[in-house]
């Protein structure tokens, strides 16, 4: 996971810079120096055998690549999905418990909507920046210590209160969606993958510099065209693995709507 590890350190448009870069840069750069040294071949060569050899190695690894190229955006996309799903839950439920506050007697209510609040600050505040990286944060959160806060202090109290079972089953729900918030922001695609796929576009750009074409502006266009499209995926599956801090990141506007809710339902 080093490598998802260490793309999340940088700014998207950075880490497209690089790929993309990288991916069209170097084999554009290395087509003259190799045609010059195919020309000191040429004798040497059966156009046909190489041919023959080629075609089938480069298709049967354009498709190899191409399903494991698609596997990973789909794994991607799910976890995007899954980080979507977790935040709109955790949200619902903060509002919940907000509405079912009403029902608690003074000062208790006035108690429990506090925390609620101040919870939900320090998750737009805290949280996002530390998921926006894939490192297990070793330090206490600030919104973990007012949810336990809220727990401990107050639970007993909320348990014996007019709906107090519903507002304690949304606490529940709060603490188990935040703790799969942060178990997505952890998950990284693991380096073997990343080794594969880095691996295979290598092996593409090779098989492309070695194809036959007589005018370097067209072996050159061919070159461009095979690797834009790897860089770009590429990109989109290192930015979609970091569904908190990429450019596709998941927004905290739940959360704002639900900061929105607790201030309306406060005295």
């Known amino acids: 996971m080093l490598f998802s590890i260490f793309s999340s350190t940088l700014p998207p448009w950075l880490l497209f810079l690089l790929m993309f870069g990288g991916i069209i840069g170097l084999p554009c750069l290395a087509l003259p120096l190799m045609r010059r040294h195919q020309k000191r071949l040429e004798e040497q060569r059966d156009e046909a055998e190489e041919e023959k050899i080629i075609k089938p190695v480069t298709q049967s690894v354009g498709l190899m690549y191409a399903v494991l190229l698609g596997l990973m955006i789909l794994s991607a996309n799910n976890k995007a999905g899954a980080a979507d799903l977790g935040v709109s839950n955790e949200a619902s439920a903060i509002m919940a418990a907000a509405r ?12 429990v909507q506090h925390q609620l609040t101040r919870y939900t600050e320090l998750v737009i505040s805290d949280d996002w920046p530390i998921m926006s990286g894939h490192i297990d944060n070793q330090k206490p959160l600030k919104a973990s210590g007012e949810l336990t806060r809220l727990w401990t202090l107050y639970g007993a109290q909320i348990s014996r209160a007019p ?7 949304n606490l529940n729900t709060i603490s188990v969606q935040r703790t799969q918030r942060f178990a997505l922001s952890r998950e990284g695609i693991p380096d073997a993958l990343w080794i594969l796929l880095i691996v295979g576009t290598a092996i593409i750009i090779y098989l492309a510099l070695l194809t036959r074409i007589k005018r370097i502006q067209d072996h050159l266009l061919m070159i461009i065209l095979t690797c834009a499209p790897m860089a770009i995926f590429l990109w989109l599956i290192a930015d979609m693995d970091n569904p908190f801090g990429g450019t596709f990141q998941i927004s905290s506007s739940a959360f704002v709507h639900a900061l929105q809710v607790l201030h309306a339902v406060a005295p």
Request: proline share 11%; charged share 20%.
């Open 100 to 111: 079912d506050s009403v029902a608690l007697p003074e000062p208790l209510r006035s108690q």
């Open 163 to 169: 709906l107090g079972d519903s507002l304690m089953s």
